[in-house]
């Protein structure tokens, strides 16, 4: 959200956009998404309900942490990451994570 842009003006423009990137996607893949990562992070308070009322059921941060999912799900709305540096091998990554 813009400084000083007011709340609707928001909704309305973030509201439009996933629109169109739905559309676009279901028109040249014939795939309508559920995953939505906020790019770089960068996470307005204001999107989790308008992204949820397009259908998206999971909202992926940069924030780095370790996820608990309860059985409702309704915590997959807001994910942390834990991120891979591009020095270590995926292999790697996840032998010293220990999975």
């Known amino acids: ?10 909704r309305d423009a973030l ?3 996933v629109r169109k990137l ?3 996607l279901w028109e040249h893949c014939g795939i309508k998404p559920f995953v939505f990562a906020f790019p770089y992070g960068e996470m307005s308070p204001d999107a989790k309900e308008v992204l949820y009322e397009e259908g998206f059921r999971v909202l992926l941060t ?13 915590d997959l ?12 091998s995926t292999e790697e990554f996840m032998k010293r994570a220990g999975l």
């Open 1 to 10: 959200r813009k400084k000083g842009e007011p709340e609707s003006t928001y």
């Open 15 to 17: 509201r439009n956009d």
């Open 22 to 24: 739905n559309a676009a």
């Open 62 to 74: 940069c924030e780095e942490k370790i996820n608990s999912i309860e059985p409702d799900g309704a």
């Open 77 to 88: 709305l807001i994910l942390g990451r834990i991120n891979r540096p591009a020095s270590l």
